[in-house]
């Protein structure tokens, strides 16, 4: 039975070969032998465990060299050169192989031994196989685990057994090495320099050679950690410390061997004494022989071997004769053991050498007086020895020419070569010839001529000699053929950002220098070598001019370089699906590392983790989303869009709720409601769906309606437009710190929610709904109107974000709620068609300081149409008041139990405010005195009812008046109305239809904007009227538009539906100061319906209309007029008012102040890079995009010459740099320019 352990090697002829064992369990019991001692000369001291009876020297052995310790048996090599084995034998690693003799060497492995033979070949028995074939000239053996390590005489490792963990993989091109070592699955190797090599199993590290070891001199490795002696006899210890293995004993030195056990580490010193520590479980690091006389050592797992003698010197091997050639190194050695200190007294001839005192000798440079004997005297305290005499024997050889040199061919500019070999005994001297002549330089065995030029053409001959004689080669002729340095390296390359790259420039006949330019940034030359090599910074396509020189002539060509962006490129599916309310998962995925991600638009509950690209949650309301998605790196950002559909919920029932009603001209049912999630309208919520999925049936009375009327119903999202004032509140109940602060920002946590759940709203409205902000924080306060209605997200995030620090005044008091709702519904005004208006106030309910009271606040809510929905919170809430304007005005009120549950009724609010619907239909019966309608919803299975019709004809009577009373009756006679994106500094009007009237498939419209202006049709989302239709637009030829609206479907019956309402156009006016000027005039045409029986539509209000002239350069005069000019508007707009040059209409176009001379639009002279490409740096402002052209010929009259280098190019309100990133092969001149837009 064996258990896994480790090893180390123990010294001799500096190797140190060390094994660890396991202890053998027998019968269940634990077996320890106490140590034992062999006693004589050169005895052998063993203990530790002795399971196996691997510390049970046999009787009578002595005159003991070398010993090791195996998995559970032990080695000892004799005087004599043979090998004693004992211990456990399962796998014959103790039979020793009959006749080994001539042994220098010996290690032992976990069940197998090695010994190293005279003649340098390796002996194996046991577990492991023979060394592999030709192993030979071997200087030192270590035995691992499983598997062996072997040094030859040339500085190279030779690996075999097992190779599980790379221990076998010598390393590619080691040489140099001077001694190994054998670890568990490990492998060491110490170079002549003194440093380390490992490879192999790393487990605690053990193969991570300490940082800056070095002047190593022996290693050894144990099961898990190793040793390194260092040649001021120290120790370095790394890997594991689990037994204190590597903690070497404070102030051990002058060591002079190292060896490692499987937990325990044992150390031989200078005056032939012991030390031990690690592990002591078998008593293994308890010195059992006290004493000095110590020669040898060596660990098994759990045991020690140690050699001690009389202590008077030994030598153990005689150094060998020497015949090598004259100049060549001659190195004896010697062996030798005994009590410390040995010294050592080489001698030649019998006369002591100077200062050859080591046990080696080297003779560096041999020469004939060189020769002789040399023998070396070891002494110490108790004695001396001589070594037998080795005889050194120098060899003169003349030189002999083995290969001549040879005829060559050369063209003007190469350099050609003569070579000669040459053998016999160094040194040997070169003179090279030319014609007969010496050539000056000409004294190596190679003649190179470099840039050769067609007057070195000729005969060339060498003489080679040495001490002992001299030869001449044979004649070798040169020919010289002029030709041109021809470029042959490929004319085109590829690359790719931030990686490594690398060119040579290659030409024929020898180009000693190069060029290259323009080269990207990060690349450079090296004009001797022809390398351009660097790490590219930049891509695109760059045309580098090549020039290879010789000593003749030149040549040039032009390289085309393509540098690929590694800017990340999205791989992920760009369409994900989802359940709304349940958990959603995508990764971001993207090519070129990226090392950051993003997303944008993303649904509600949705996050994405910015390091690793995840996006999770769960989305909170269902429809499709277009996100944007980002990958980053140290290149740039790669975007795509990411199309994200969430479907609905599976509901639990269904029921209507919130039900509201208006009958108005001409007799058309309007209802407005929820859709809940529960038969139950109080407790299932409402939730959002595409009205198409809907089924809905009309009744009059108990009378379904025939096919023949129609309904028409959608969400109020496109349909209706919507306008909502967020009412904020700042006072003490919200800011008082016992609300906590996260961010000990001295900011409440219920103040920071409070903005981002307004935030959070404002991001989950549709585009198109306007939103207002009011805030309140003090009762001797006003409430402030933080930002008036505007679909501006941005701005309305911006807003929020600073109520805070640009509103709230010192130390938050008392509230002011009802007046800021009074404030906000006021701001909103009467709901007019098609419109909906909410306020979505934060409060406690507690407000003594208010002018108004909480039945001012439901009058004027339930006077102007106006829902008020509430997310109660507060230190004392109060939700009485708020429960009764919220139920009063048919809104919701929502609890907020903390802070952070603000988020989630924000949230909530904002789906009920999508999630209501519109329901429409013109009635039969608009003659009818009275009659009851109700409808029904049937989706997922469920119907839901209006109410119960109960027949009497009671409720709900349909009676006039009607409201609006236009056109009253008149069911031909549609509206429409135009509707500024905001009541401060629009920068939209959308017009919309209120009513459509039956057989409606074009719409012709007349304008003139006194802005520039874009229309964009309203037809590509499930609500929206126009779904489908085209538009065309022309120009009137007086400065007004045409606007034609054209349906796909060729059926007038069914391109609007009858009675339908949403948005048809709209019209982004930039730089518009007020909704106010946005036309000229806006007029309908509805002569072109002239074959369906004269329906029509009107347009009203005209409230953003003023007539104003049409200029010849277009400016628009509002904006003449915000800038002082009262008057003569024409002449206003080509003077230059500010002196600067530029006319006034110009300092429209670019956005500057037409009377300030240092508002210009500047645009610098283009600058070239080092890389050869163009920059251009101009000035930006707000609202404007900037395009940059360029050409080869200046040709104003004909603009088709210039090319867009750029567009679409935003503004940074700064300084702007463009860089023309173009390859444009033969182009000589460049022209650019810059156009605002």
Same mark, same amino acid.
């Given at each position: ?8 090697? !123990? %010294? ?249 056990? @499987? ?49 008077? !010197? ?460 009011v805030e309140f924080h003090r009762e001797d306060y006003n409430p402030t109107n933080v930002i008036r209605l505007t679909t501006d997200k941005v701005a309305l995030d911006q807003a ?67 829902? %008020? ?26 609890? @907020? ?17 999508? @999630? ?184 009203? !209000? ?136």
């Amino acid at each position: 039975m064996k258990m896994r352990a480790r090893f180390r090697l !123990p %010294v001799l002829s500096n190797y140190n070969v060390v094994h660890a064992i396991a202890p053998l369990l027998l019968g269940g019991m634990l077996w320890i032998q106490p140590a034992a001692v062999c006693s004589g000369a050169n005895a052998i001291v063993a203990w530790g465990a002795n399971n196996a009876l691997q510390c049970q020297v046999p009787s009578g052995l002595t005159n003991t060299l070398a010993v090791a310790g195996g998995d559970a048996h032990s080695l000892a090599l004799r005087a004599d050169r043979g090998v004693t084995a004992w211990g456990f034998n399962l796998f014959g690693q103790t039979n020793v192989p009959a006749g080994l003799t001539n042994v220098l060497a010996i290690a032992a492995g976990t069940e197998f031994s090695l010994a190293l033979k005279a003649n340098g070949t390796v002996s194996v028995w046991g577990s492991q196989s023979n060394a592999p074939t030709g192993t030979s000239n071997v200087l030192a053996i270590a035995a691992g685990w499983d598997h062996c390590l072997a040094l030859k005489a040339n500085g190279t490792v030779v690996a075999w057994g097992s190779n599980a963990h790379g221990q076998t993989n010598v390393p590619s091109g080691l040489t140099n090495v001077i001694s190994i070592a054998a670890g568990d699955a490990d492998s060491f190797a110490l170079l002549g320099n003194g440093t380390l090599v490992a490879w192999g199993d790393n487990s605690f590290s053990k193969t991570n050679v300490p940082a800056g070891l070095t002047n190593v001199v022996a290693i050894a490795a144990g099961e898990n950690h190793c040793l390194a002696l260092l040649s001021d006899g120290s120790l370095v210890a790394w890997g594991d410390n689990s037994y204190g293995q590597t903690n070497v004993p404070p102030g051990l030195s002058n060591v002079v061997a190292v060896a490692a056990g @499987a937990v325990h580490c044992l150390a031989l010193k200078a005056d032939s004494t012991m030390v031990a520590w690690g592990d002591n479980t078998y008593g293994q690091t308890n010195i059992t022989q006290p004493g000095a006389g110590f020669s040898a050592i060596a660990c098994g797992n759990y045991h020690n071997l140690a050699v001690q003698g009389d202590g008077s !010197p030994v030598i153990y091997f005689q150094p060998a004769n020497q015949a090598v050639i004259i100049s060549k190194p001659a190195s004896f050695s010697v062996i030798a053991g005994g009590i410390p200190t040995l010294s050592y007294q080489w001698q030649h001839n019998g006369t002591n050498i100077a200062g050859a005192t080591n046990s080696a000798l080297s003779v560096l440079n041999v020469q004939p007086a060189d020769a002789g004997s040399y023998a070396v005297v070891v002494s110490n305290s108790h004695g001396s020895t001589t070594s037998s005499n080795a005889i050194l024997t120098p060899l003169p050889t003349p030189p002999s020419i083995t290969a001549q040199p040879q005829d060559t061919n050369a063209f003007c500019g190469d350099a050609p070569t003569f070579q000669v070999t040459a053998d016999g005994p160094p040194p040997f001297s070169y003179q090279w010839n030319f014609g007969g002549a010496p050539i000056n330089g000409g004294t190596d065995a190679t003649l190179v001529l470099s840039n050769v030029l067609p007057s070195q053409a000729g005969s060339y001959s060498v003489v080679v000699a040495n001490p002992y004689g001299s030869i001449t080669s044979s004649v070798a002729h040169l020919s010289v053929t002029v030709d041109s340095s021809i470029i042959t390296s490929d004319l085109t390359a590829s690359a790719a950002q931030g990686s490594a790259f690398s060119y040579t420039i290659t030409g024929q006949h020898s180009p000693s220098r190069f060029t290259a330019s323009p080269l990207p940034g990060g690349l450079s030359l090296n004009t001797n070598t022809g390398v351009i090599s660097g790490t590219n910074l930049e891509n695109g396509v760059f045309g580098i001019n090549l020039v290879a020189y010789n000593a003749c002539t030149s040549d040039s060509k032009t390289l085309v370089l393509t540098i690929s962006s590694s800017v990340p490129v999205i791989t992920s599916s760009l369409t994900a699906r989802g359940t709304e309310s349940a958990n959603f998962s995508y990764t971001i995925r993207a090519n070129h590392a990226p090392t950051s991600f993003g997303a944008l638009n993303l649904p509600l509950g949705l996050n994405v983790n910015p390091a690793s690209g995840l996006i999770s949650g769960a989305p909170v309301y269902p429809g499709s989303y277009a996100s944007t998605i980002w990958a980053s790196n140290q290149w740039g950002v790669g975007s795509a869009t990411l199309s994200i559909t969430v479907s609905n919920a599976v509901l639990n029932g269904l029921s209507i709720g919130d039900l509201t009603n208006t009958y108005s001209s001409p007799y058309l049912l309007d209802f407005h409601f929820t859709l809940r999630n529960n038969n139950d309208p109080t407790i299932g919520v409402p939730f959002i769906v595409d009205p198409t999925l809907l089924k809905v049936t009309c009744f009059e009375d108990t009378n379904a309606l025939s096919d023949e009327t129609s309904s028409f119903i959608s969400s109020t999202i496109g349909s209706s437009v919507s306008k909502t004032y967020l009412v904020l509140d700042f006072s003490y109940s919200i800011a008082n710190l016992a609300n906590g602060d996260t961010n000990n920002d001295g900011i409440s946590d219920a103040v920071d929610d409070v903005m981002l759940g307004a935030q959070i709203f404002v991001n989950t409205q549709p585009a198109d709904s306007q939103i207002g902000v009011v805030e309140f924080h003090r009762e001797d306060y006003n409430p402030t109107n933080v930002i008036r209605l505007t679909t501006d997200k941005v701005a309305l995030d911006q807003a929020i974000g600073g109520i805070w620090t640009n509103y709230v005044q010192n130390f938050p008091a008392g509230s002011r709620c009802w007046d800021a709702l009074v404030m906000a519904i006021t701001n909103l005004g009467p709901a007019k068609a098609g419109e909906q208006h909410n306020v979505v106030f934060v409060s406690d309910g507690n407000d003594q300081s208010s002018f108004n009271t909480v039945s001012n606040v439901i009058a004027a809510a339930t006077n102007t149409g106006v829902r %008020v929905f509430c997310v109660g919170f507060g230190l004392d809430l109060n939700p009485t008041d708020l429960t009764n304007i919220t139920s009063s005005t048919g809104g919701a009120y929502y609890q @907020a139990p903390t802070p952070g549950s603000m988020l989630a009724q924000f949230a909530q609010i904002s789906k009920e405010l999508q @999630a209501n619907f519109f329901l429409r239909w013109a009635t039969l019966k608009r003659n009818s005195t009275a009659f009851q309608p109700s409808f029904t919803i049937t989706y997922q299975g469920f119907t839901a009812t209006s109410y119960q019709v109960d027949g009497s004809g009671n409720t709900n009577f349909i009676v006039p008046p009607y409201t609006p009373s236009q056109n009253a009756g008149n069911v031909t006679a549609g509206t429409l109305a135009l509707v500024p994106n905001a009541q401060d500094s629009p920068r939209s009007v959308t017009l919309r239809a209120n009513y459509t009237p039956r057989y409606i498939r074009q719409i012709l419209l007349h304008y003139r904007p006194n802005w520039p202006c874009v229309a964009a049709i309203q037809n590509t989302g499930t609500n929206q009227i126009l779904k489908g239709w085209s538009m065309i637009e022309t120009n009137d030829g007086a400065g007004g538009r045409w606007l034609t609206l054209n349906s796909p479907n060729s059926s007038l019956t069914s391109s609007i539906p009858f009675v339908a309402m949403g948005n048809l156009v709209t019209f982004s006016l930039r730089d518009m100061i007020n909704a106010s000027n946005a036309f000229s005039f806006f007029t309908n045409i509805n002569t072109i319906y002239t074959n369906t029986g004269g329906q029509s539509y009107q347009l009203f !209000p005209t409230n953003v209309v003023t007539v104003y002239t049409n200029l010849p350069y277009g400016t628009p005069v509002p904006w003449l007029i915000a800038n002082g000019f009262t008057n003569n508007f024409a002449a206003a707009e080509i003077a230059d008012t500010d002196g600067d040059g530029v006319p006034n209409w110009q300092e429209y176009q670019a956005n500057t102040n037409p009377r300030d001379s240092n508002s210009v639009f500047r645009v610098a002279s283009p600058v070239q890079g080092s890389d050869g490409r163009w920059s251009l740096t101009f000035s930006t402002t707000t609202n404007r995009t900037y395009r940059l052209l360029s050409t080869t010929v200046i040709a104003p009259t004909n603009a088709a010459n210039w090319q867009i280098v750029q567009d679409l190019i935003p503004a940074a309100n700064t300084n702007v740099t463009v860089t023309d990133t173009r390859y444009l092969p033969g182009t000589t001149n460049q022209f650019y320019r810059v156009q605002a837009y």
